[in-house]
């Protein structure tokens, strides 16, 4: 079975630009959990989506949002970049009866320069 | 609310040392608790799991039991390779659908 699949695998963006990254669950998950990580803040939860619904989200501005897909696809946006956010943005499926094993990724790095 | 403390890395150890990783964590509840590695230049990888206490997950050689009584998840492998470098991520899941991580510990297996 195919694991989780982010694309594009590297970004280069510059201030003030928006930007898309987009993940492809195992199939069968249709739940899509995005986290964001950094050198100096680790591994922090973006936001979780389940049948297009976002059922949780974490502790980051209004710029970064998401989607899903009625084929659990998703994607989120971060929009207005600051130099912050470069990090390494990773995205994790899992089964409906068992979120909270979460399967990832290989993320998007995204540089903001 | 949920945290997971790690030991610092990063541990260095010569090929078939012992390995021990430590992890505690603070959760309310009953929270499913596991181990990541990362690569350099990867995502995470689920290396191992466990979903209530005394259960041992165990995987490629790695171990860790769920000790409720110390709030812990230690890994454990009895003899590393150099190909184990990497670092490892304890984590905590709360029937919440976010993953709770420590800070990551740096294991590197010099030969």
């Known amino acids: 079975k195919a694991g989780v699949t982010q694309t594009p695998r590297y970004l280069i963006k510059t201030r003030g630009q928006q930007v898309t990254l987009s993940c492809s669950p195992i199939?069968?998950?249709?739940?899509v959990s995005w986290y964001q990580q950094t050198p100096g803040q680790g591994l922090q939860f973006l936001f979780e989506?389940?049948?297009?619904?976002?059922?949780n989200k974490g502790n980051f501005p209004g710029r970064f949002s998401g989607r899903q897909f009625s084929n659990s696809r998703s994607e989120m946006n971060v929009s207005t970049l600051e130099l912050g956010d470069s990090a390494l943005y990773l995205c994790?499926?899992?089964?409906?009866?068992?979120?909270?094993?979460?399967?990832f990724g290989p993320g998007t790095r995204l540089t903001v320069l | 609310g949920d945290s997971v403390t790690q030991m610092e890395g990063p541990v260095t150890l010569s090929e078939e040392a012992f390995l021990t990783i430590n992890c505690t964590y603070t959760?309310?509840?009953?929270?499913?608790l596991f181990w990541y590695v990362q690569y350099p230049g990867e995502g995470l990888q689920l290396l191992l799991k466990?979903?209530?206490?005394?259960d041992k997950g165990s995987n490629k050689g790695f171990e860790a039991t769920y000790r409720k009584e110390t709030t812990s998840f230690h890994l454990e492998k009895g003899s590393v390779q150099v190909s184990d470098s990497a670092v490892y991520f304890c984590?905590?899941?709360?029937?919440?659908?976010?993953?709770?991580f420590g800070g990551g510990t740096r294991l590197m297996v010099k030969p």
């Open positions: 989506y389940f049948s297009e619904t976002q059922r």
């Open positions: 994790a499926s899992s089964l409906a009866g068992d979120r909270d094993t979460q399967y």
């Open positions: 959760a309310t509840g009953y929270p499913s």
């Open positions: 199939s069968g998950h249709r739940s």
């Open positions: 466990a979903t209530k206490a005394d």
């Open positions: 984590a905590l899941g709360n029937a919440g659908n976010m993953l709770t």
